[in-house]
C-alpha cells in the first residue's frame, strides 16, 4: 500500500475569526498562511487534529495551559515511548463540584504500520516524548471555563500523551530498528498513575479521545469502566473515532490493509476487545464498528458524516486516484462533482448503517453531524461557542453533557450534505 497521503502542499486558511469569541464566519476553517507537507498517513491526521485542537488559534485569546508530566515509573513496567522515552500526561485539577469527578482524554495522531512508518514516527512527538510541547493549550472539553465547557469545567481534566501508534493498544518490539510498541502498557500506566492521583475515589468519570484517541476510547471503554466501583458513574465519549471498514473509490481496502499492517506489526491483537476476536479477526476488530455495539459501558460517538481524514485517506487516497479526479474534491466539498458527491453520500449511509444497531441501546449517545471536519470536542468554536454546530438546535457540549447526566436521550443525526449551514468546515488550499 503507498502511505503517502497527499503530494501537494496544503495551504489552510482560516477566515473571519473573532478573538474572544471563538467564532468563524461562513463555516469554514483556516490557519493564516500555513503550509503544510503531509507525506505520510501519520502526519496528516496529526495536522488535522492539531487544526481541530485550537492551538493554532490560541493567539487570539488566553487557554489555560498545562504542563506535562513524565510517568517515572512506567519504564520499570515497561510502558515506553517507541523510542524508549517516558510517557506523559497533563492534568488540571478539579475544583468544587467537580473535585471529585474525573475526565480522561486520550491524544490522538494517526497509526504507523512498516518500519518506515514507524522509524519516522519515532523521531516525532507521536513517538518520542523527548518531543512532547511542555505545556498544552486545555479548550473545548478540557477548558476550565464555565462558559466554554458548561458540564465538565471543573472536573479533574486529564490528556494523555500518544507515543506507540497502535491507539494504545501494541504490545512488541523491533529490536534490528529500536522500537518499542508499547501502548497497552503505557495506558495502564497511566491510569495507574491518575488512580494513585485520587481517580480511585471518582464519583463520575468519562474516557474520551479524539480521532486515533477516540479509537482508543472505544477500545478501552469496558476497561476503564472496570477500574470503578459498579457505584461509579463511568462512560465514554469516542470523537472522530469512527473509521470504518469500506472501499475505496477505486475499490480496494485501503484503511483495512493500513490497519492489518498496524495489528500485526505492534502485536494489537492479544488487546483488542475479546467480545470481537472471539469471532472476528484481528485486523476486523480494530475498527469500530465492530466493536460498538457489543460494550458494556455507556457510549457517545460524535463524528461527521464526511470525515476529513476518512475521505482524504480511506475513501480518495492519492493511491486510488492516480490521475487525480478527486483531488479538487478532498480539498473542498464545493468542488466535488454531483458522481463524487453521491459517493461519499454513500459513506454516510454506511457510517449510519455501522451505528444503527449502536443507538438502539438507550444508555448509549449519538451526534453525527454532516460536516467536512475531523475532531469537534477539542476545539472551542466547535464544541461550545456562538456559532457552534447545532443539531436540534444543541451544540455539541450541551448534547454530551445531557447524555452523560441523563438529562435527555440524545440520538442525533443530521440530513445529508449540504443541508446543515452550522458546520465549521475544514477546507484545504494548495
Keep these: 500500500m503507498r502511505n503517502r497521503i497527499c503530494d501537494w502542499v496544503l495551504i489552510v486558511v482560516l477566515i473571519g475569526f473573532s478573538s474572544l469569541s471563538g467564532t468563524w464566519a461562513n463555516g469554514y476553517d483556516e490557519l493564516n498562511d500555513k503550509e503544510f507537507h503531509a507525506n505520510t498517513t501519520e502526519e496528516m491526521l496529526s495536522y488535522l487534529e492539531d487544526v481541530s485542537n485550537f492551538q493554532l488559534s490560541a493567539v487570539a485569546y488566553k487557554p489555560l495551559l498545562v504542563g506535562l508530566t513524565l510517568i517515572h515509573g512506567a519504564a520499570a513496567k515497561g510502558a515506553v515511548c517507541m523510542d524508549g522515552t517516558l510517557p506523559g500526561y497533563h492534568l488540571h485539577r478539579g475544583f468544587g463540584s467537580g473535585a471529585n469527578s474525573w475526565l480522561v482524554h486520550l491524544e490522538g495522531g494517526g497509526w504507523c504500520n512498516n518500519i518506515r512508518t514507524c522509524v519516522y514516527r519515532r523521531t516525532t512527538r507521536r513517538g518520542s516524548s523527548k518531543y512532547f510541547e511542555k505545556y498544552l493549550a486545555f479548550t473545548g472539553i478540557l477548558s476550565n471555563k464555565a462558559e466554554e465547557n458548561p458540564d465538565f469545567f471543573n472536573w479533574n481534566r486529564v490528556k494523555v500523551r500518544y507515543c506507540d501508534g497502535a491507539s494504545f493498544t501494541g504490545d512488541s518490539e523491533d529490536k534490528a530498528h529500536n522500537l518499542q510498541f508499547r501502548g497497552q502498557k503505557i495506558?495502564?500506566?497511566?491510569?495507574?498513575?491518575?488512580?494513585?492521583?485520587?481517580m480511585r475515589y471518582a464519583n463520575q468519570a468519562l474516557l474520551s479521545g479524539c480521532s486515533?484517541?477516540?479509537?482508543?476510547?472505544?477500545?478501552?471503554?469496558?476497561?476503564?469502566?472496570?477500574?470503578?466501583?459498579?457505584?461509579?458513574?463511568?462512560?465514554?465519549?469516542?470523537?472522530?473515532?469512527?473509521?470504518?471498514?469500506?472501499?475505496?473509490?477505486?475499490?480496494?481496502?485501503?484503511?483495512?490493509?493500513?490497519?492489518?499492517?498496524?495489528?500485526?506489526?505492534?502485536?494489537?491483537?492479544?488487546?483488542?476487545?475479546?467480545?470481537?476476536?472471539?469471532?472476528?479477526?484481528?485486523?476486523?476488530?480494530?475498527f469500530p464498528q465492530n466493536i460498538i455495539s457489543n460494550l458494556r459501558t455507556p457510549m457517545f460517538l460524535l463524528n461527521t458524516a464526511y470525515d476529513s481524514w476518512q475521505i482524504s485517506?480511506?475513501?480518495?487516497?492519492?493511491?486510488?486516484?492516480?490521475?487525480?479526479?478527486?483531488?479538487?474534491?478532498?480539498?473542498?466539498?464545493?468542488?466535488?462533482?454531483?458522481?463524487?458527491?453521491?459517493?461519499?453520500?454513500?459513506?454516510?449511509?454506511?457510517?449510519?448503517?455501522?451505528?444503527?444497531?449502536?443507538?438502539?441501546?438507550?444508555?448509549?449517545?449519538?451526534?453525527?453531524?454532516?460536516?467536512?471536519?475531523?475532531?469537534?470536542?477539542?476545539?472551542?468554536?466547535?464544541?461550545?461557542?456562538?456559532?457552534?454546530?447545532?443539531?436540534?438546535?444543541?451544540?455539541?457540549?450541551?448534547?454530551?453533557?445531557?447524555?452523560?447526566?441523563?438529562?435527555?436521550?440524545?440520538?442525533q443525526i443530521d440530513c445529508p450534505y449540504p443541508c446543515d449551514k452550522t458546520c465549521h468546515n475544514l477546507i484545504f488550499r494548495a
Design 212 to 286: 486515533a484517541g477516540g479509537l482508543a476510547s472505544i477500545l478501552h471503554c469496558d476497561e476503564f469502566r472496570d477500574l470503578f466501583p459498579r457505584r461509579t458513574r463511568v462512560k465514554c465519549l469516542a470523537d472522530a473515532g469512527m473509521f470504518l471498514d469500506v472501499r475505496d473509490i477505486s475499490g480496494g481496502h485501503t484503511l483495512r490493509n493500513m490497519y492489518h499492517g498496524v495489528v500485526t506489526f505492534q502485536g494489537a491483537a492479544k488487546n483488542l476487545p475479546k467480545t470481537c476476536t472471539n469471532h472476528l479477526d484481528p485486523t476486523s476488530c480494530f
Design 187 to 198: 495506558y495502564l500506566a497511566a491510569m495507574e498513575e491518575l488512580m494513585s492521583k485520587g
Design 313 to 411: 485517506d480511506s475513501l480518495a487516497p492519492p493511491s486510488a486516484d492516480p490521475h487525480g479526479v478527486w483531488q479538487a474534491c478532498r480539498k473542498n466539498p464545493a468542488n466535488c462533482s454531483p458522481s463524487q458527491i453521491n459517493f461519499l453520500q454513500g459513506f454516510r449511509n454506511q457510517m449510519l448503517k455501522a451505528t444503527q444497531r449502536f443507538s438502539w441501546s438507550k444508555q448509549n449517545g449519538l451526534f453525527i453531524n454532516s460536516c467536512f471536519a475531523h475532531c469537534q470536542s477539542e476545539r472551542q468554536d466547535t464544541w461550545f461557542a456562538r456559532n457552534s454546530p447545532r443539531l436540534g438546535n444543541k451544540a455539541i457540549a450541551t448534547s454530551v453533557g445531557d447524555w452523560y447526566f441523563e438529562r435527555s436521550i440524545v440520538k
